[in-house]
Nanobody
Framework: QVQLVESGGGLVQAGGSLRLSCAAS????????MGWFRQAPGKEREFVAG???????TYVVSVRGRFTISRDNAKNTVYLQMSKLKPEDTAVYYC????????????WGQGTQVTVSS
């Protein structure tokens, strides 16, 4: 059974930084697609960053140059380093796993709240 557990959210002032973690169990992250998503109140969930099983990284335009996705295969953990945070980054952040050739993300974490104050 695949489980994803996010941590690292919190309250931060605009311009600050946070690092989110997503610890995976039940599946190695070494050969799957991983993504970070977020959902702000009243808005649809959006893709933020991810990497494919071939290690290609992608980012939504609004976070490029500010957020970095990375992984530690030994810890089976994915990270999202967020810097220069803006109030519009406030959301619940979720990590998700998509199997190698799958077209949808089948496994999701419970989410972690990120609040950026102005």
């Amino acid at each position: 059974q695949v489980q994803l557990v996010e941590s690292g959210g919190g309250l931060v002032q605009a311009g600050g930084s946070l690092r989110l973690s997503c610890a995976a169990s039940g599946r190695s992250i070494n050969n799957v697609n991983m993504g970070w998503f977020r959902q702000a109140p009243g808005k649809e969930r959006e893709f933020v960053a991810g990497f494919t099983w071939t290690s290609i990284e992608t980012y939504v335009v609004s976070v490029r140059g500010r957020f970095t996705i990375s992984r530690d295969n030994a810890k089976n953990t994915v990270y999202l380093q967020m810097s220069k945070l803006k109030p519009e980054d406030t959301a619940v952040y979720y990590c998700a796993l998509r199997d190698k050739y799958a077209t949808v993300y089948d496994y999701w974490g419970q989410g972690t709240q990120v609040t950026v104050s102005s």
